[in-house]
């Protein structure tokens, strides 16, 4: 599967999720997060993320290795909420992503 790592804490831009054709990137209060279960790994989200957070869990740069499960922890919790867009926001970020400082700017 492909994962959402630090550069997207605080940005959210919002191109991946607007790209992904089966509504599985979930937006988080400071992050979003790729289901895992929901993922056809088609990579389409990869490249128009303007500050590269995304990756292929593989290929994930050791720097942000706390992010190669944050994306699937999150969903442990909710299951499979069955499509981004109709299960609306989610209410809590991985624990990863509440310990990084603010990013400003
Ligand atoms: Fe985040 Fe990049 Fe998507 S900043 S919301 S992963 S386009
Ligand atoms: Fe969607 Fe990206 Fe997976 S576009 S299907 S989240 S690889």
């Known amino acids: 599967t492909y994962v959402i ?3 997207c804490v605080d940005v959210k831009d919002r191109a991946c999720v607007d790209e992904c054709p ?7 209060p400071r992050k979003l997060y790729i289901n895992p279960d929901e993922c056809v790994d088609c990579g389409a989200c990869e490249s128009v993320c303007p500050v590269e957070a995304i990756f292929y869990e593989d290929d994930l740069p050791d720097e942000w290795s706390g992010y190669r499960t944050a994306d699937r922890e999150v969903f442990a919790a909710t299951g499979a909420p069955g499509g981004a867009s109709a299960a609306g926001p989610l209410p809590l970020d991985h624990p990863t992503v509440v310990d990084e400082p603010v990013r400003v700017g």
């Open 5 to 7: 790592a630090q550069p």
């Open 22 to 28: 089966v509504d599985c990137i979930y937006e988080g």
